[in-house]
Structures are given as structure tokens and as C-alpha cells.
């Protein structure tokens, strides 16, 4: 597998970044604040004005019923940056994720331990309500998942309507997140029309759209490629690439080689543990770690 | 090419006779029971209309707006049965519809798995009981705390309104339409329920992640999903309640004329052709069939827009948006 | 960090409103179904409470007495009930199976789409009706009341509920089972019979036994096609016969204190024999489904 290859074009989509490989991330050292880095063309200028967005796991541990599957996990993800998590079906990263979002507690039996820190704050704190975590942090899902219900524009404001955010208000906000995610070009000729009308490739951006719209700080997406065609596949890459500026993004991955194209840093997991981090270029050269290379060399999972 | 086959004497071998004979007689004699079901249909319009006919012939149309049943004076008419009917099952509905929904909501969505099942089961066992019994029910239990209860009190709070106005009675619209309600709520909720459990969980999981608490996530995927689903429930539900003719007759007092006041007795088409065609002859007996024609021609209206809404919301749902998808 | 920086997790908006809203509608859902199960609880308990302090052994084995006599049962009335609702499941299951064989082996979607229609419109036909319509069908004819004429109103009533249950576990049969004998060179009836039926068995069991608890409750048709009978136990399906639905209409709306009592015991005989039935249809339903692997 060339591997030098695809960080090098990875890098030269996210043209914008500052140096992919500045942060050494196990434990509580992040590198500064983060730059507000104005957007490419035509993806808006939005820049943070919140928290950083930098989520910083604690001793995480997730069950399911008597099932431990994540186990003592102490792992950072930086803002602007994109981090991957990789590791054989079963190992617990999709798990692991859901967990930064409060998604795993909704499994009947589901519960999780230890402290998931947005900013410092936890997450599981009992005076934080999970509704604002889950505005905090979005949230993208391996199958495009579009209310069947909803036109393209009622899907995508489907989160703001919540907020109570006005009527007027919500007609930029929603184009700005159909604008963020690539598809206003694509889609304003049928707003009115339903979102699973489209396309795979473009319900999934308007997934995207979707969570964009009500601002999150961190952006989780589990496999959001796994039911795409290539060229599909090539156009949300490439959209990672954009948006890591406006949030901190978490890919959960089951492909080496999209982990190599799209992320700064890579993680990989293993039976519930974390076994590795590294930016990315050296987890697939030169891992620490004989599982790890054993892994990326495509020796087992 | 059949008669090539056949002519092959291993192939032929197969064939054998009580095959040849086998297999036409099964399609024939299902083909058969399928054509009886229509004939059943066919022949209970024709019957009832046929026993109908000396009333239809002598009051016409002006039958369904007559507020009479006079059988001295030989002057019948459906209005204050119409009136009944309409009245009993609206309410009954305005109940059972959203109560069904709410039992559905937490049945699909609050109950954790070891509650839900056997809740679900109790509801369905409550579909099951016989409506004489829930008729003997209310006029033995439901009736008495109804007069001296239920009525009382929204007489004296709500007793300026008409429908309110009047002596609270054990028999009237307003106890019959509590049973209907109580016949007719699991039958919404078994199908509601249905309806809800097939909403996709990554759906639901999209709306949580969007931030939505558990109503909202109910408002804006679980609801609009089945929505098609819940009015045909409902529907169907309205279906059973306006049919109804035993509790209805056990409660409702049977009364002939309108009347305003809910605690008032009065009566349905049903529940006025249970108590009195046996005991009756002639045009009155034509006029109870002519009501039956009134109850046929609403039973089978309300039973085809049921199903027609629910099959076409199976279309929307699941198979329109392929199509949309290719012409796109 | 400065709260600033928190504004989403902090910065509750509406989100109190939100919350109180959800909370709400689900104390009102779970209320619901509190409800539900309570007035379920409420019907079967009085029915259970007023009714075995009269259920007897003398009470099941003892004919009704006469008009204005105490003392009576409702042996009668039981085996009327059973001959009548047996009759009518001879004659509606077999015809509700074919109805159901042929729409699902048979008949080209453009019939069974049909045929499926009007047995839901014939399930949507109220039960007054169909006795009127058996009523001038036989009892105008043959000048008298009959137990045969209500069976043919009870079976016409169990025939969409058995046809359409049918049609479901029918189309459960894995298409692979029938391939594999249709390969075999094995005629479509002999499948159909040995193997189709057979395979679906529970599930045809399932929707015969709730057709025969939904009319051995069955009270309308009955008012005008078996409610004049004599005294005594009768058994004769030529004749109009006793029923446990008609004994309880009649004891209800008696002013007597002692029929409404009866009425309780013989309702408890009826709702017991009718949950049961269910019970033990929902125990074949799952196993076949089991079965089936669906």
C-alpha cells in the first residue's frame, strides 16, 4: 500500500491547514488556541465563536449490558483538525465515538464511564443537558439518513427548527449549511423537493448540511463513506478537508486509505483499547506499536 | 413445445392422473371460495336492499332527514339515528384517536422492552373482549358512575353549553360513546403501534443527534413517518364504532327523537335495528332494513378510504422514493 | 475557560421550555397507557368479581329456568353457543384457507388485489348487517329462526378474519420450499398441500382460533336468527338454540338483580373461554413465525 502517496495528496486538498503534524496528542497537551481560518472560496467565512472545540477523553469506558467495549480510553482530538479511527470490525471505535455525542446511552442496556471534556467541560457533568450536547457535537451516520418526510431545505434546517430560531434567520442559516457542505450549487432548484430524492452521495452531504446548520463545535462521522460509490466517496474527502476549519471532525473509518488521504492523526484501536496515535503519516509508516503495523500492513482485521 | 414434452413417455410418467386431476381442482375449488367472498358481498347489498325496498319506495330520500320513528302513525326516519351514530363515534374518536397515539409514543418509545411486550399484549387482550360484555359492563358499572359522577360534574362546570345542559342520566350519547371508546382504542393502538415500530432507528438516531429531545424526535421523524398509518387506524376505528350495535343498544337508552343534551338518551342505526327488528313487521321492519342500507353505504365508505389511505401511504413511503430517486 | 466559550453547553435557550414540553407529553403517554391497562383491569375484574360468587357447578350444568324463575344455568346456552360457533368454523375455515391459497399460489395480482379488497371490506360490513342479511336469506324463507342460520352469519363474519390471516403466513413460506419441490417435479397441489399448508400450519391455526374467539362473543346476528328457542336443552341446528351472547344481552337488560347477576357469571364463562382462545392463538402464532424464521 502506498501510503506517502495518499497523505501527500491528502495534505494538498487541505491546502489551507497549518502543519498537519503538530500535535503529538496523547494526553492533555494540545497544541494553542486554534487560528480562525477564514474558509476557501465560497464556503462562507464562518469562524468559531465558541469553545475551541477540543474533546479530550478521560478514562472512557462503554458497555453494552455485561459487553465492555471500550475500555480506559484517554484520547484528545484537536480543534481544526481532522482525526481518523481506525481498527478491525468489533474493536469499539464506532462505540467509542458515540459516546462523545451521548448517542451510546440511547441503546437499551448501553451505558458508558469516565469523562468525554469538550473545552474542558464534561460532558457528562450532571448539570450539562444532553440536548446541548448533541448541539455541540453533530453527528454524520455510515447509511445517508435524510427525513423521508422533509424536502432538501426542510432537512436541512431539521436541527435549527428546533432551536426556535426564526423564520427569516433560518432561510440563510439553512442555505449557509447547504452552501458549507457542497451541495447548494447542486440542490437550489429544488429546495421543495424531497431530500431522499437525491442522490447517495448528495443525501449524505445534506446529512452533512444537517448537522452543520445548528453549529456544532465537533463534527462525528461514523463511516460516513461505507454505502458510497467512489466518486461520491471522493467528494465528501474533499469536503472533510473544507470543513475542518469551522469544526473539529472525528472520522470513524473502516478504510486505511481514506484514514491516509483525509486525516491529520490517526488512532487505532483495538479489542475496546486504544492502542495507538500518531499524525497519520507516521502511524502507517513507522508505527511504535507491532499490532499497529501489523494492521496497516494488512496482516490481520 | 408442451405437446413435445408430453409426448416423451418419462416426462408423460410424471403426470400422473390424480396430478392431472390435482392440481385444476385446487385452483378450481379456490378460485371457487374467492368468488364466493364477492358473492357474499354482492348478496348482503342486494338482501338488505331488497328487504328495504317497501321503505325506500314509501319515504325516499327524505328518509334520512325525518326526525321521527312513529310506529302508531307508520313515520319513519333515520335523522335522529344518523344524528346518534355521527355523534357517538366523533366522540368516541375525539378520545380514542389521540389516547391510542399516546399509548403508541410510549409504548414504542418510553417503555423499556420488558414492559413494553406484555403492556402491548394486555392492550390487544382488551381488543378482544366481547362487546356484550363491555355493554353489561356499562350498564351495570359505567352507567351508574356516569349519572351520578361524571355527568354532574361537567354539568356544573361546562353546563352553559347545550350539549352539557340537562338531566345527568345512566343511559345516554355520552355513556356510549365512553364505551365505544373503550372498544375501539386498543383496535387504533395495535395498528398505530405497528405503524410506529417499523420507523427506521438511524431515522430516530438522526433527529436525537440533531439535538431533539424525545417528543421532538417523535414530532419530526416518528409522526410524520407514520402518518398515513395513524389516519388509517383511526379510521378503521371510526369503522367499528359506527357498526357497533350491541353495547351501543345495552347503554344508549333508545331513545327516537334528537336531542341536544349528551346525557340524553337517543339511539345509532345499529343500535336501533338490534333492539327492534325482531319485534317488528312491515314498513317498520322495511325502515329498520332502509336504516341497515344508511350503515352499509357508511361501513363500506369509511372501510375503502381506510384502506385506500393506508396503501397509499405504504407507496409513499417506501416506494415513491425509488422511483423520485431514478428520475432524478 | 470562560463561560463564552461554553455557550452551547451552557446557554440553555429554550431549551428549559423544550424539556418541560417533553416531559409533559411523556408523563400524558405513559398515563395513557396506565389508563389503558387499568380500565382493562377495571372490566375483567368486575366481570371476575361480580360473576364467581354466582358460577356454580349447578349453574353450568342446569338449563335456564323459566320466564320469572330463579334457579336456572346456562348449560344450554353453552352447548347452543358451541354447536353454532362449531358450525360456522366447519364452514368458514376451509373456505377462508382456499380464499387464502388461491390469492397467494393461484391468482395473478390483478384478482388477488381484488379479492384481498373485498375481504377487507367484508371484515368492515358490520355484524347487523350480515344478520339481516342471512335473515332474509333463510329466516324469511323458511318462516322460523334457526342455530344453522346463525352459523352461516357467524361463518360469513370469520371468513375475512381466517382469508387474511391465511394470506399473511402463506406468504411467509420461504419461496425456497416451494422452488425446491416445483424442481423436484412434485404438482403444484401436492406442494401446496404437503408442504405449503403444513409449513404454515401455526400460523393458520392462529387466525382460525382468533376467528373462533372474535364470534363466540358474537351477539347481533344472533338477536334475529336464534333468539326465540324453547325450554330445556336443545341441540337440533334446525331450530333456534340458546347462546351465552343472547343469555347475557337478556339478563342485562333485565330490571332483576339475580339476572344481572347471572349475566356477570355467564359473561365470566365467555371472557374466560375468549382470552384463553387468544392466549393460546398468540403461543401457535409465535412458534410459527419462529418456525419460519420470520
Known amino acids: 500500500m502506498d501510503v506517502s502517496k495518499d497523505t501527500t495528496e491528502s495534505a494538498a486538498m487541505t491546502e489551507s491547514s497549518p502543519d498537519p503534524q503538530a500535535n503529538p496528542q496523547t494526553g492533555s497537551g494540545f497544541a494553542g488556541p486554534s487560528m480562525a481560518v477564514a474558509g476557501s472560496a465560497g464556503q462562507g467565512s464562518v469562524k468559531r465563536n465558541r469553545g475551541e472545540g477540543t474533546v479530550e477523553l478521560m478514562g472512557l469506558n462503554a458497555y453494552y449490558g455485561s459487553t465492555h467495549a471500550v475500555r480506559g480510553v484517554d484520547l484528545g482530538f484537536a480543534a481544526d483538525k481532522v482525526t481518523a479511527i481506525i481498527g478491525p470490525s468489533g474493536c469499539g471505535k464506532s462505540t467509542m465515538v458515540r459516546c462523545i455525542n451521548r448517542m451510546h446511552e440511547e441503546i437499551d442496556g448501553a451505558r458508558a464511564e469516565g469523562q468525554v471534556l469538550l473545552d474542558g467541560l464534561d460532558l457528562y457533568d450532571s448539570r450539562i443537558d444532553i440536548v446541548a450536547v448533541r448541539r455541540a457535537v453533530g453527528m454524520v451516520f455510515q447509511k445517508p439518513n435524510p427525513f423521508p418526510t422533509m424536502s432538501v431545505f426542510d432537512n436541512a434546517v431539521s436541527g435549527l427548527r428546533l432551536t426556535g430560531v426564526s423564520r427569516g434567520e433560518l432561510d440563510d442559516r439553512g442555505r449557509e449549511a447547504l452552501v458549507a457542505a457542497g451541495l447548494w450549487e447542486e440542490v437550489k432548484d429544488r429546495l421543495k423537493a424531497p431530500g431522499v430524492g437525491l442522490s447517495g452521495g448528495q443525501q449524505q452531504r445534506l446529512c452533512i448540511a444537517r448537522a452543520l446548520a445548528v453549529e456544532p463545535e465537533v463534527?462525528?462521522?461514523?463511516?460516513?463513506?461505507?454505502?458510497?460509490?467512489?466518486?461520491?466517496?471522493?467528494?465528501?474527502?474533499?469536503?472533510?478537508?473544507?470543513?475542518?476549519?469551522?469544526?473539529?471532525?472525528?472520522?470513524?473509518t473502516h478504510n486505511m486509505q481514506q484514514a491516509a488521504r483525509v486525516a491529520d492523526t490517526?488512532?487505532?484501536?483495538?479489542?475496546?483499547?486504544?492502542?495507538?496515535?500518531?499524525?497519520?503519516?507516521?502511524?502507517?509508516?513507522?508505527?511504535?506499536?507491532?499490532r499497529t503495523e501489523q494492521y496497516v500492513t494488512g496482516k490481520f482485521g | 413445445m408442451e405437446a413435445g414434452a408430453l409426448s416423451n413417455p418419462v416426462l408423460r410418467a410424471r403426470r400422473n392422473l390424480t396430478d392431472r386431476i390435482g392440481d385444476p381442482l385446487l385452483r378450481g375449488l379456490s378460485g371457487l371460495a374467492a368468488a364466493l367472498a364477492v358473492v357474499v358481498i354482492a348478496g348482503?347489498?342486494?338482501?338488505v336492499i331488497h328487504l328495504a325496498w317497501p321503505a325506500i319506495q314509501q319515504f325516499g330520500a327524505g328518509f334520512v332527514t325525518t326526525n321521527d320513528w312513529n310506529p302508531v302513525t307508520k313515520r319513519f326516519g333515520a335523522a335522529p339515528f344518523l344524528y346518534g351514530t355521527v355523534v357517538t363515534s366523533f366522540i368516541a374518536l375525539l378520545f380514542a384517536a389521540p389516547i391510542s397515539i399516546a399509548i403508541s409514543i410510549y409504548l414504542t418509545e418510553l417503555a423499556p422492552r420488558r414492559i413494553m411486550r406484555p403492556v402491548a399484549t394486555l392492550i390487544d387482550m382488551l381488543a378482544a373482549i366481547p362487546t356484550v360484555i363491555l355493554g353489561l359492563w356499562g350498564i351495570l358499572v359505567l352507567g351508574p358512575f356516569m349519572r351520578d359522577t361524571i355527568e354532574p360534574a361537567l354539568h356544573s362546570v361546562l353546563g352553559f353549553i347545550p350539549i352539557?345542559?340537562?338531566?345527568?342520566?345512566?343511559?345516554?350519547?355520552?355513556?356510549?360513546?365512553?364505551?365505544?371508546?373503550?372498544?375501539?382504542?386498543?383496535?387504533?393502538?395495535?395498528?398505530?403501534?405497528?405503524?410506529?415500530?417499523?420507523?427506521?432507528?438511524?431515522?430516530?438516531?438522526?433527529?436525537?443527534?440533531?439535538?431533539?429531545?424525545?417528543?421532538?424526535?417523535?414530532?419530526?421523524?416518528?409522526?410524520?413517518?407514520?402518518?398515513?398509518?395513524?389516519?388509517?387506524?383511526?379510521?378503521?376505528?371510526?369503522?367499528?364504532?359506527?357498526?357497533?350495535?350491541?353495547?351501543v343498544a345495552q347503554v344508549i337508552g333508545g331513545a327516537?327523537?334528537?336531542?341536544?343534551?349528551?346525557?340524553?338518551?337517543?339511539?345509532?342505526?345499529?343500535?336501533?335495528?338490534?333492539?327492534?327488528?325482531?319485534?317488528?313487521?312491515?314498513?317498520?321492519?322495511?325502515?329498520?332494513?332502509?336504516?341497515?342500507?344508511?350503515?352499509?353505504?357508511?361501513?363500506?365508505?369509511?372501510?375503502?378510504?381506510?384502506?385506500?389511505?393506508v396503501q397509499r401511504g405504504k407507496i409513499e413511503d417506501f416506494q415513491v422514493t425509488e422511483t423520485e430517486a431514478a428520475a432524478l | 475557560m470562560s463561560a463564552n466559550q461554553h455557550s452551547l453547553l451552557l446557554d440553555r435557550g429554550n431549551l428549559k421550555r423544550r424539556n418541560r414540553f417533553n416531559k409533559a407529553v411523556e408523563?400524558?403517554?405513559?398515563?395513557?397507557?396506565?389508563?389503558?391497562?387499568?380500565?382493562?383491569?377495571?372490566?375483567?375484574?368486575?366481570?371476575?368479581?361480580?360473576?364467581?360468587?354466582?358460577?356454580?357447578?349447578?349453574?353450568?350444568?342446569?338449563?335456564?329456568?323459566?320466564f320469572g324463575e330463579s334457579g336456572g344455568g346456562i348449560s344450554n346456552a353453552i352447548v347452543g353457543s358451541a354447536i353454532m360457533v362449531a358450525i360456522a368454523a366447519v364452514m368458514a375455515i376451509p373456505i377462508g384457507v382456499l380464499v387464502a391459497i388461491y390469492t397467494t399460489e393461484f391468482a395473478p395480482p390483478s384478482i388477488a388485489h381484488p379479492v384481498r379488497f373485498v375481504l377487507d371490506i367484508l371484515n368492515g360490513v358490520p355484524t347487523i348487517i350480515t344478520g339481516i342479511f342471512v335473515y332474509g336469506l333463510i329466516?324469511?324463507?323458511?318462516?322460523?329462526?334457526?342455530?344453522?342460520?346463525?352459523?352461516?352469519?357467524?361463518?360469513?363474519?370469520?371468513?375475512?378474519?381466517?382469508?387474511?390471516?391465511?394470506?399473511?403466513?402463506?406468504?411467509?413460506?420461504?419461496?425456497?420450499?416451494?422452488?425446491?419441490?416445483?424442481?423436484?417435479?412434485?404438482?403444484?397441489?401436492?406442494?401446496?398441500?404437503?408442504?405449503?399448508?403444513?409449513?404454515?400450519?401455526?400460523?393458520?391455526?392462529?387466525?382460525?382460533?382468533?376467528?373462533v374467539a372474535r364470534v363466540a362473543g358474537e351477539t347481533a346476528p344472533l338477536i334475529f336468527l336464534s333468539s326465540i328457542f324453547g325450554q330445556g336443552m336443545l341441540t337440533a341446528p334446525g331450530e333456534a338454540l340458546a347462546s351465552i351472547p343472547i343469555f347475557i344481552f337478556r339478563s342485562s337488560e333485565s330490571p332483576s338483580s339475580t339476572a344481572h347477576t347471572e349475566a356477570w357469571a355467564a359473561a365470566l364463562v365467555l371472557i374466560a373461554f375468549v382470552l384463553a382462545l387468544n392466549i393460546v392463538a398468540r403461543a401457535f402464532y409465535a412458534r410459527s413465525r419462529k418456525r419460519m424464521g420470520a
Open chain 1, 219 to 252: 463534527l462525528l462521522m461514523d463511516e460516513p463513506c461505507s454505502a458510497l460509490d467512489p466518486v461520491a466517496t471522493l467528494k465528501i474527502e474533499e469536503l472533510i478537508g473544507e470543513l475542518k476549519q469551522r469544526v473539529t471532525i472525528v472520522i470513524v
Open chain 1, 266 to 290: 490517526t488512532v487505532f484501536m483495538l479489542d475496546g483499547e486504544l492502542v495507538e496515535v500518531g499524525p497519520t503519516e507516521k502511524l502507517f509508516t513507522t508505527p511504535d506499536d507491532d
Open chain 2, 44 to 47: 348482503i347489498v342486494y338482501e
Open chain 2, 164 to 247: 352539557f345542559d340537562g338531566d345527568p342520566s345512566a343511559f345516554g350519547y355520552l355513556t356510549a360513546a365512553v364505551i365505544l371508546t373503550i372498544m375501539i382504542t386498543p383496535i387504533i393502538t395495535s395498528v398505530t403501534r405497528e405503524v410506529f415500530e417499523t420507523v427506521p432507528d438511524d431515522l430516530k438516531e438522526a433527529s436525537y443527534a440533531l439535538g431533539a429531545t424525545r417528543w421532538e424526535m417523535v414530532r419530526q421523524v416518528v409522526l410524520p413517518y407514520s402518518r398515513s398509518g395513524m389516519v388509517g387506524a383511526t379510521i378503521l376505528g371510526l369503522g367499528r364504532a359506527i357498526g357497533e350495535a350491541i353495547a
Open chain 2, 256 to 309: 327516537s327523537l334528537i336531542n341536544a343534551s349528551l346525557f340524553h338518551t337517543g339511539g345509532t342505526l345499529a343500535a336501533q335495528i338490534a333492539s327492534q327488528f325482531q319485534n317488528s313487521a312491515g314498513l317498520q321492519k322495511a325502515s329498520l332494513a332502509y336504516l341497515g342500507v344508511i350503515l352499509l353505504i357508511f361501513a363500506v365508505i369509511v372501510n375503502v378510504i381506510a384502506r385506500v389511505i
Open chain 3, 27 to 66: 408523563i400524558t403517554s405513559t398515563t395513557a397507557a396506565v389508563l389503558a391497562v387499568v380500565v382493562l383491569v377495571i372490566v375483567v375484574g368486575s366481570v371476575f368479581l361480580k360473576g364467581v360468587s354466582a358460577l356454580s357447578w349447578h349453574f353450568l350444568t342446569t338449563p335456564t329456568a323459566l
Open chain 3, 139 to 211: 329466516v324469511v324463507p323458511q318462516g322460523h329462526q334457526s342455530a344453522f342460520a346463525a352459523s352461516l352469519a357467524l361463518a360469513i363474519i370469520m371468513l375475512p378474519i381466517v382469508a387474511r390471516t391465511a394470506q399473511e403466513v402463506l406468504t411467509l413460506v420461504p419461496g425456497t420450499l416451494k422452488e425446491a419441490a416445483h424442481a423436484l417435479g412434485i404438482a403444484q397441489w401436492r406442494t401446496t398441500l404437503r408442504i405449503t399448508i403444513p409449513t404454515a400450519a401455526g400460523g393458520l391455526i392462529t387466525g382460525s382460533l382468533l376467528a
